[in-house]
DNA sequence: GCAAATTAATGATTTATTCAAG
DNA sequence: CTTGAATAAATCATTAATTTGC
């Protein structure tokens, strides 16, 4: 159901970004862009609205999403692998006997 | 993540605090905790080590640091702010007057 | 194939922190 | 001590994916 985002069809109650917006957004996000400032939010809603209707708050909340979920994914992906790790060493890792001699 | 610290491992040379010992301590920083004095450190020091080994000099670090760190934070965003008044293009939209919404 | 029902994503709001100015 | 300003975390709400029965 590819929908167009509201670019043109424009009857929704919330945004919803085109294909071409997110790969906008995307990149710049993995060019270090995670909190613009308020020229670069109008720049860039600028640039977004060549495909659909948007404003910038559209923009500021897409950052602001897209950084706090990046980061809880981050923050899975590390438990997960510690986690790993762990049950791992448990196999690898005998603890010395402490020779205490005898 | 669910490093224990080094508590039972015991094989690391610095201390790394467990995630109970820094949600205490966090707790501890809300509350109002900035420089703790030595009897302040001593105590909290003595509830840190149930979870893992930690001297009083951890503690005395972690909120030189936790306090140190917060300001960089607070100044950056500080900066980006008066970026933005500079400017002054925002208006994204209108603060929410607190609304209910449920 | 197709909608109704259900689940997953994600846009938008609200809440709770922070430091520091007054 | 109180308040201003700006989030980031937590939550709410709506849309898209998908599953399911026919």
């Given at each position: 159901?590819?929908?167009e985002g509201n670019a043109g069809t424009a009857s929704s109650s919330r945004w919803n970004p085109t294909?071409?917006?997110?790969?906008?957004?995307e990149n710049l996000y993995k060019q270090g862009i995670r909190t613009p400032s308020a020229?670069?939010?109008?720049?860039i809603t600028g640039r977004l609205r060549a495909y659909g209707h948007i404003e910038g708050k559209n923009v500021f909340y897409w950052f602001q999403n897209h950084k706090a979920r990046q980061r809880q994914k981050q923050k899975q992906e590390r438990i997960a692998y510690f986690n790993r790790l762990l049950h791992k060493t448990s196999r690898f890792f005998h603890p010395p006997p402490c020779s205490n001699g005898t």
């Open positions: 159901m590819e929908n294909k071409d917006q997110i790969t906008l957004l020229d670069q939010i109008q720049h």
